[in-house]
């Protein structure tokens, strides 16, 4: 929407080679340092998203922000304005993040070599019955807590059989601690982060007993993270399903009735990507 000549440099420096590329993401990650210190001053410097007006939909999806956690070794999200409306009519800004960064999605291709990338997931797949397990109380108890089958039966018990093709999201409670500096990683004296998750059964279970089209978690890993096999991984990823990671709000949805919408990324080739979710109550 901009003039190229208004966005010239920024894109010579972005494109021209690999070292420039890297040069540009190192620029831009020490902006955006500057600039969440001072979004830290000033709040929090992490925004949560909040229910639509109306109540009829529920945004499910972290604000992406140089504040928001991150995988450990992984950079923050970093955006760089690089156009102005003063300048040319049109403002624009450079932006430089893993894929893996905030509410995202993991395409089978994330963890099995010959699975789908994400422009591949069928669209069919990312509109789906949602149903929302809360583990909540077991994980104030225990920050290694995993979803397990006994959950997922006893969710059936008060609310039928996970219909075929659902989606199935573990709730956590773990946004709350990002108010807390350090606690939603949690990490411990080795830097291991400690987390829940789906226990590799329950996904197995998802996967063969219910043809689920996918899971999500309120925390960093569909696996409790301190795990280094990554079992609910491959479990769900292995069998071409769909993850999603760091979803937000799931406290404000019933546990059963609600649909899913996930607003996936679609470059070709890629192993996930941040995305927008809602859910239609």
């Known amino acids: 929407m901009c003039s190229p000549k208004i966005v010239q440099v920024a894109h010579e420096s972005a494109v021209a080679s690999p070292v420039s590329r890297r040069a540009w993401l190192g620029a831009a990650a020490g902006v955006l340092a500057a600039a969440s210190g001072a979004m830290v001053s000033a709040g929090s410097g992490i925004a949560v998203a909040q229910e639509v007006p109306g109540g009829s939909v529920v945004d499910l999806t972290h604000t992406l922000s140089a504040g928001l956690p991150v995988w450990p070794g992984n950079p923050p999200f970093a955006m760089v304005p690089v156009a102005w409306h003063d300048a040319g009519g049109f403002g624009q800004h450079a932006l430089a993040f893993w894929e893996h960064s905030g509410t995202h999605i993991d395409a089978p291709l994330h963890r099995d070599r010959t699975g789908a990338s994400v422009d591949r997931i069928a669209a ?27 959950d997922i039966e006893g969710w059936e018990a008060a609310h039928g059989r996970i219909p075929a093709r659902a989606f199935v999201a573990m709730y956590s409670g773990w946004e709350r601690r990002l108010a807390t500096p350090g606690a939603f990683l949690n990490l411990d004296a080795e830097g291991r982060t400690h987390a ?11 996967v063969a007993q219910r043809d689920i089209v996918g899971a999500g978690v309120d925390t960093l890993s569909l696996d409790r993270s301190a795990s280094r096999d990554y079992g609910a991984h491959t479990a769900f990823l292995g069998a071409g399903r769909y993850g999603v990671e760091m979803l937000a709000n799931l406290d404000r949805l019933p546990p059963s009735g609600a649909r899913l919408i996930v607003g996936a990324p679609k470059h070709a080739g890629g192993t996930g990507g941040p995305c927008r979710v809602l859910a239609l109550t």
């Not at 990312?126 to 807590?145: E, F, G, Q, T």
């Not at 829940?196 to 998802?206: K, N, T």
Request: charged share 20%; proline share 8%.
């Open 124 to 150: 069919a797949d990312l509109v789906a019955p949602l149903a929302v397990i809360d583990i909540s109380a077991r994980a104030d108890a225990d920050s290694d807590a995993t979803l397990t089958v006994s």
């Open 196 to 206: 829940p998750g789906f226990a590799p059964a329950a996904a197995e279970f998802l």
